[in-house]
């Protein structure tokens, strides 16, 4: 069984930042890509920013030169580091993390979520 647990989530206001952490355990071989979403309310869910195993990060033009998406191998934790937040960027973020298991079973895990309100 493998866990993903978001902290760091909270309220700030217009222009703060937040740091968002991604802390995975459990039986786990290896962790290949990881990234974070958001859903805000009426929203569909969007794809935040990724990074690969190596460190290759990509992200979604509404948070490019505000966020880093960063990872530690050995702590099996990703963060996100957010600046200049804005409203806009209201919603509940969750990590996901594909995993290959113990038992060499790959599959995508998915914490439960983090709320960030930004507050104008």
């Known amino acids: 069984q493998v866990q993903l647990v978001e902290s760091g989530g909270g309220l700030v206001q217009t222009g703060g930042s937040l740091r968002l952490s991604c802390a995975a355990s459990?039986?786990?071989?290896?962790?290949?890509?990881m990234a974070w979403y958001r859903q805000a309310p009426g929203k569909e869910r969007e794809l935040v920013a990724s990074?690969?195993?190596?460190?290759?990060?990509s992200y979604a033009d509404s948070v490019k030169g505000r966020f880093t998406i960063s990872r530690d191998n050995a702590k099996k934790t990703m963060y996100l580091q957010m600046n200049s937040l804005k409203p806009e960027d209201t919603a509940v973020y969750s990590c996901?993390?594909?995993?290959?298991?113990?038992?060499?079973?790959?599959?995508?895990?998915w914490g439960q979520g983090t709320q960030v309100t930004v507050s104008s």
């Open positions: 990074i690969t195993s190596t460190g290759d990060t």
């Open positions: 996901t993390a594909n995993v290959l298991t113990r038992v060499l079973v790959r599959r995508d895990y």
């Open positions: 459990g039986s786990i071989s290896n962790i290949y890509t």
